[in-house]
């Protein structure tokens, strides 16, 4: 019984500092790039019916504004939507 004790809390332990070490390398979104984002994708993805969001957006789908609200903080609020794509 104290065998399993004390497996149960060394893996707790480990868990937790596991946990710690990875959090330290994590960096927030702030408020500011979040409020942008949020700005550029409503913009990007306007909504069907104005004041509603259950009515979905006149444009793609929730998951590409999922995917274009993330791509815009990974990028730090930059979005360059109306730059020529280049062929190459």
């Known amino acids: 019984m104290f065998a399993n004790l004390k497996f149960g809390s060394t893996l707790v332990a480990l868990t937790c500092m596991a946990g710690g070490s990875m959090t330290n390398s994590a960096s927030a979104v702030t408020a ?10 409503a913009k990007a993805y306007p909504p069907r019916v104005v004041g509603n969001p259950a009515a979905g957006s006149a444009k793609g789908t929730g998951q590409s504004e999922r995917d274009y609200f993330n791509k815009c903080v990974a990028n730090g609020g930059k979005m360059d939507d109306h730059a ?3 062929a190459k």
């Open 32 to 41: 500011e790039v979040a409020k942008k984002c949020a700005a550029l994708t």
């Open 84 to 86: 020529p794509k280049e």
